[in-house]
């Protein structure tokens, strides 16, 4: 799989995962809410995070992703740009 379709997979899959990350902590703080019993907000809570953690993970796999997909697409050429401060003295004449 290319780096390209390993981001168009990673990204948002992470988002969705994220997303329901955050559902889940709002399920698990309705439940504390409800006076359930402790071990069940408590465990629900957990799994909520974990959840939440392992979209982050996907995002950021997404966006390592992305920029080894940058790198290969634009190759060495990247490397012989001029430095900032010339541009910039280019520009301001």
Known sequence: MTH???WLVFAPSGLM?????????QWASQLKVKNAPTGEWVAAGTA???VFN???SLFGR???EKVLYEVREK???AATLP?????DAQLLG
Do not use: N, Q, Y
């Open 54 to 56: 392992a979209g982050v």
């Open 17 to 25: 995962v994220i997303g329901l990350g955050t559902c889940l902590v």
């Open 4 to 6: 390209k379709k390993k």
């Open 48 to 50: 909520a995070l974990v």
């Open 83 to 87: 430095p900032r401060e010339a541009h």
């Open 62 to 64: 997404g966006v390592v």
């Open 75 to 77: 190759g060495p050429a």
